[in-house]
């Protein structure tokens, strides 16, 4: 072989080197640009879910309407509960909306913060998730919802520890006009 055709053999020979690890470099590099613009991407996603869910924790106010009506459009937070925060006797106290229970049943926590727990008597008896409890009937001078307003609810407390979080029952949303689940959301109309 001549020097010459093994200089042009030789600098072939890089030139395919050069393009090869080019050619690999651009696949690799590709593929983890790739992948650092999905991860971002989930990021951001991430971070706007993050951030309506902080919120409506920091608020879970229901949306309210111009019709003239007391209504109230309840969102499902990330664990389907319906969470919302409510005026019970001027106090603000959250809640989930909970159509299977059939009173308002409040934590014994929430109940002392509105100053029930005083003359409490337990008579009575509940199921709750966590087995059975024992309850103290009491009167709720008023529980409300953006525009919505229910005076004189009853409610029952429970035993200290027996809940995580109160609920509001049908003793409050089975005296409004209507009541509808659409989707992930829960409309009050009063």
Sequence with gaps: MT??????LGE???????????????????ERIGAFLEGRADQQQQARELAVEAAQQDQLLPQQDD????????QAGRTGHFEVN??????RIK???DTGATYVALRFEDADSLGLTDDLKYTGRARTANGVTKVAPVMLQSIQIGDIEVK???AFVHEEG???????????????ERFEMSGRQLVLVQ
């Design 162 to 176: 027996a809940l995580h979080i109160s609920l509001l029952g049908m003793s409050f949303i089975g005296r409004l």
């Design 95 to 97: 809640l989930i909306a």
């Design 3 to 8: 020097s010459g055709l093994r200089n042009t």
């Design 86 to 91: 409510a005026n019970i006797n001027d106090s």
């Design 67 to 74: 019709s003239g009506y007391g209504r109230v459009v309840l």
């Design 152 to 154: 004189n609810v009853k």
């Design 12 to 30: 072939a020979l890089l030139w395919l080197s050069v393009f090869v690890i080019a050619f690999a470099g651009f696949f690799y590099l590709d």
